[in-house]
């Protein structure tokens, strides 16, 4: 059954009109919802209030199937009225207690508090029925649907995490062929059974415990290069091998978060890359060693002790010593995190903000942030040069994080065109395979070595 009358009452209408984005930064204009920034805030204080009144808490993630193709067939006023029509839809049968966002231009979240599994399932199925039926925008008629994702948040699991399981079930949801609702934990269930992804976790945690103890850990190093053929600095990143077969980290890092080894990681990996540092200050060639930090280490109070103590083991300056951090951690700084990198701002150590753009942040967040580098996701490189919004997003963010003081970093240069595309998008430096693969100690020696001649 179609629906004609299937518009925002008189009362919404206003509503949305006084909620202008001046008027309330934290409101998107069209559908009235809170923005992404304002979702993981509400999302924060959801958690806490359901961890006193021990009720469930939901995370609905809604993505409306080919959206792009709405856009650019229709343009985009007619876009932004489907966007309202269907934000009408879900506001209708979420119910007062909801708290409803925009993530971007096609995805919705719908934070349910007091709803567990069961009626988070019941209300995300009706949201799936509810937003297929047909839509009809001046003389078109939309048969719209929707991808949804289900997360009911766990005892003690952090909000961005929450969401991100949401986010996740969602893209399994487009994977699985759209139009339908996934509950996260169950995508994997499909491809592998739960008790066969355990015994492999598992094993990479025996792995990781026996290669800390054998040696069989190291760190590769890849340069960030100036437009200049300057080196701006180093990225150490970590390897593992287990039986001479190598882990890749997109497996090993997330056990190591899940388990708490990474804390021994960490510091493992911020001695050993202060020690490379020092190393590469003693053969003439200065530069400033990059680390990736876990939200996990910075939890603990005992980081700044191990960042001091690699320091001066090290015999290292301070400002050869940068922390990069993902922006999602960037988004819910509990107290002892701050604490942490004030302390090490505060020592002169530097902070760069890693895989930006892909987070929960927008670029309003980074004037609040203490950071002094922004590092662009590679999928920004990715498309470029042909991708010409891309193109335009990155010259945004290059020259916000320029006047923020920031030096603009650009990951994942591959070839020479997207090189070029960066130059003129003016960022400061760039990363990737273009200029060398992440590489061991003695061949950046060599490398680093070669570009002074
Ligand atoms: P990241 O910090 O964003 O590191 C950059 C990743 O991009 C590295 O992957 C690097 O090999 C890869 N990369 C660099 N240039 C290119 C390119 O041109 N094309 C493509 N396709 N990839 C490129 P890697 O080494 O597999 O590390 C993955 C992630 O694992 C890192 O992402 C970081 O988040 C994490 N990681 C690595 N070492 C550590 C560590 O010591 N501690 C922590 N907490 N995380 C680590
Ligand atoms: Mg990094
Ligand atoms: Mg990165």
């Known amino acids: 059954m179609t629906d004609r009358t299937d518009r925002p009452s008189a009362a919404t209408r206003q509503r949305r009109a006084a909620t202008t984005p001046s008027a309330n930064p934290l409101l998107d204009p069209i559908t009235g919802f809170l923005t992404r920034r304002a979702c993981l805030q509400a999302a924060i204080a959801l958690a806490a209030e359901a961890a006193t009144v021990a009720t469930g808490l939901s995370a609905i993630w809604l993505d409306i199937d080919r959206f792009r193709q709405v856009n650019e067939s229709f343009g985009h006023s007619a876009g932004d009225r489907v966007i309202a029509h269907i934000a009408e839809r879900i506001r209708a049968l979420a119910g007062v207690q909801c708290r409803l966002s925009r993530m971007g231009d096609d995805e919705f979240v719908v934070l349910a508090p007091g709803f567990d599994q069961a009626s988070a399932n019941d209300l995300a199925r009706r949201l799936l029925l509810e937003i297929r039926r047909p839509l009809h925008v001046d003389e078109l008629v939309i048969h719209p649907s929707v991808s949804i994702g289900l997360a009911v948040k766990l005892c003690d699991e952090e909000p961005v995490v929450w969401l991100e399981r949401a986010d996740r079930a969602m893209s399994e949801a487009k994977r699985r062929g759209r139009n339908r609702l996934v509950t996260s934990g169950d995508e994997l269930l499909t491809r592998r059974l739960g008790v066969e992804l355990a015994r492999e976790e598992l094993a990479i945690e025996n792995a990781l415990h026996r290669a800390l103890e054998n040696g069989e850990l190291c760190l590769h190093f890849q340069p960030i290069v100036r437009p200049s053929g300057g080196v701006e600095a180093v990225e150490a990143l970590m390897r593992c091998a287990v039986d001479g077969h190598q882990i890749t980290p ?106 930006f753009g892909t987070g929960f942040s927008c670029l309003s967040t980074l004037k609040d942030l203490s950071a002094n580098k922004l590092k662009l996701d590679r999928s920004f490189a990715s498309v470029l040069p042909t991708d010409r919004r891309s193109f335009a997003v990155v010259k945004a963010m290059t020259s916000l994080g320029s006047e923020l003081g920031m030096t603009v970093v650009a990951e994942g240069v591959e070839n020479p065109a997207q090189l070029a595309a960066l130059a003129e998008a003016a960022v400061d430096a760039t990363q990737g395979f273009f200029h060398a693969r992440p590489m061991p100690e003695p061949a950046l020696m060599a490398w680093m070595a070669q570009r002074l001649q």
């Open 250 to 355: 997109a497996r090993f890092i997330p056990v190591a978060e899940k388990t708490g080894l990474i804390v021994r990681l960490g510091e493992w990996s911020l001695f050993q890359g202060a020690r490379c540092a020092a190393r590469l200050r003693e053969q003439g060639t200065p530069t400033k060693m990059a680390i990736n930090v876990s939200r996990a280490q910075l939890i603990s109070p005992k980081f700044t002790q191990a960042l001091h103590a690699a320091l001066v083991c090290a015999n290292l300056p301070p400002d050869l010593l940068e922390l990069e951090l993902t922006e999602s951690l960037f988004m819910d700084l509990a107290p002892p995190v701050q604490a942490n990198l004030g302390a090490a701002r505060a020592a002169g150590v530097g902070l760069a903000i890693d895989d």
